[in-house]
């Protein structure tokens, strides 16, 4: 009897562990679900390396005529890593003066160079050439003059060729013509002196071609030197100077030639 108690007890025991084991109903526990992963945030552009910055813009010219195309440089305080730099370039003005939207800095290289275009303006005008690198922005001024004002001319007598004049029949008018039209800018005026031993004289014109007149008339020739051209013929040594002038009052710088005078008998001469 004690042995089938025994056995009895074993038997609930072993259930109840069973039952403690397996839960209510035989279902087994669910696993744990796994923890979400957090999203990955866009990644932000990438900062320039630790001590590399842009340092300075500048230009070769501070001024310059339209047309005239200076160097700009881009400098780094140190050398570019690998793949180089990007620098982005900007000018305020752009009917003054273009830029390349970049330039690149070379791996190993501080620098780098880039051309600036200027446009052709009627006044000075001034533009801001820009460069930014990694949150730095520098910059320099640029100004834009109108074109130099350079003279140039022939003198042509319809009888005697180039840098010739007949005197007379007149005893003021010559026949050469004064042909400043080779002259550069934008000019308002042409400005013509012309001697030969004596005090200048001249004229100012807004025609580009003229003629010379001896308002002095036979004093123009006193003390005058001459010589013989290629045919044998006499002439006097003439001096002629051109000086252009735009409407701000600009001039250019005076360019002379000498031109044979032939005094046609007049004034007392014998040729």
Known sequence: MRRGLLRGLSF?????????????????PASPSPTPETPSS?????????????????????????????QGTV??????????????LASSNVDVARVPSSVTVAAGSASATFTV?????????????????????????????PPALVAAYTVTSPQKGADACVFGPDTEATDCVLDGSASRGFIDRWTWT??????????????????PRIETKCAFFEDARGGNDAQGNRYIQMTI?????????NRS???????????????????
């Open 12 to 28: 609930l025991l072993v259930t109840s562990f069973v039952i403690s084991v397996t839960g209510c109903g035989g279902e087994t």
């Open 42 to 70: 866009p990644s932000a552009p990438a900062p320039a390396p630790g001590g590399l910055a842009l340092s300075d813009v500048s230009i070769s010219q501070s001024s310059v005529n339209g047309q005239v195309q200076p």
């Open 75 to 88: 400098s780094l305080t140190r050398a570019a890593p690998n793949g180089g730099v990007t620098v982005a």
């Open 117 to 145: 275009s200027t446009a052709t303006v009627l006044n000075a005008s001034s533009t801001t050439i820009s460069a930014s690198y990694g949150g730095i922005t520098r910059a320099t001024s640029l100004t834009v003059l």
């Open 194 to 211: 012309y001697w030969a031993a004596g005090a200048p004289i001249g004229h100012t014109t807004t025609e580009t071609r003229s003629t």
């Open 241 to 249: 100077e051109l000086v252009v002038q735009d409407r701000a009052g």
């Open 253 to 271: 710088s005076a360019v002379r030639r000498d031109a044979r005078m032939y005094p046609s008998r007049l004034c007392g001469f014998s040729y």
